[in-house]
């Protein structure tokens, strides 16, 4: 199976600072990585898939990048709102294997 | 509107059985894959199975490998995970989820509400 290694596993950050998060899969994936996020008490919610590519609605704030194993999710201008958990996922193959969450929290 | 609706939750014994449901809407069910993720109290995501649009084809975390049977019914939109021989490390929130596309199995949204399952004697 392939792992999915999340760092940080928290970040304390201010609204309007740019946080980055950093996934490392066990193997290549190609692009197939995605980035969730989850808000405590709430289903996670799905912000990028193939890597790059943003879900229509979400705020262009939210971008990733990566190849092969290593991806990058980056928020910058921190919002209020983008106070929570987020989560990798590979969806080359199966299992499709999560990392183990990152929390940003509020400074 | 996608909505997706799980039910069955509940409290169950050791080596009981339990089987939860998730109903769909506002999408051709039979189209798309659906998975079935699981959140342990407090803890991350952890993906659990999946089964391709018309359920001809099925893969399962080896955690629950031989013990858990996802399977579809497009007549009725709904998906179900069947849940037998339960151990204390399945409690957990038990989410459904839509595939996004009709090429990709993994990529999933929306979630459903999840449904608590809690094993403990």
């Known amino acids: 199976d392939i792992q999915m290694t999340q760092s940080p596993s928290s970040v304390s950050a201010s609204v309007g600072d740019r946080v980055t998060i950093t996934c490392r899969a066990s193997?290549?994936?190609?692009?197939?990585s995605a980035w969730y996020q989850q808000k405590p008490g709430k289903a996670p919610k799905l912000l990028i898939y193939?890597?790059?590519s943003l879900l229509s609605g979400v705020p262009s704030r939210f971008s990733g990048s990566g190849s092969g194993t290593e991806f990058t999710l980056t928020i910058n201008s921190l919002q209020p709102e983008d106070f929570a958990t987020y989560y990798c996922?590979?969806?080359?193959?199966?299992?499709?294997?999560f990392g183990q969450g990152t929390k940003v929290e509020i400074k | 509107e996608v909505q997706l609706l799980e039910s069955g939750g509940g409290l169950v014994q050791p080596g009981e059985s339990l089987r939860v449901s998730c109903a769909a809407s506002?999408?051709?069910?039979?189209?798309?894959?659906m998975t079935w993720v699981r959140q342990a109290p407090g803890k991350g995501l952890e993906w659990v199975s999946v089964?391709?649009?018309?359920?001809?084809?099925?893969h399962y975390a080896d955690s629950v490998k031989g013990r858990f049977t996802i399977s579809r019914d497009d007549s009725k939109n709904t998906l179900y995970l069947q849940m037998n021989n339960l151990r204390a490390e399945d409690t957990a929130v038990y989410y459904c989820?839509?595939?996004?596309?009709?090429?990709?199995?993994?990529?999933?949204?929306?979630w459903g509400q999840g449904t608590l399952v809690t094993v403990s004697s």
């Open positions: 089964i391709s649009g018309g359920g001809g084809s099925t």
């Open positions: 989820a839509k595939a996004v596309f009709h090429w990709n199995d993994g990529v999933v949204d929306p």
């Open positions: 996922q590979q969806a080359n193959s199966f299992p499709h294997t």
């Open positions: 193939a890597t790059s």
């Open positions: 506002g999408f051709t069910f039979s189209n798309y894959a």
């Open positions: 193997q290549s994936i190609r692009s197939w």
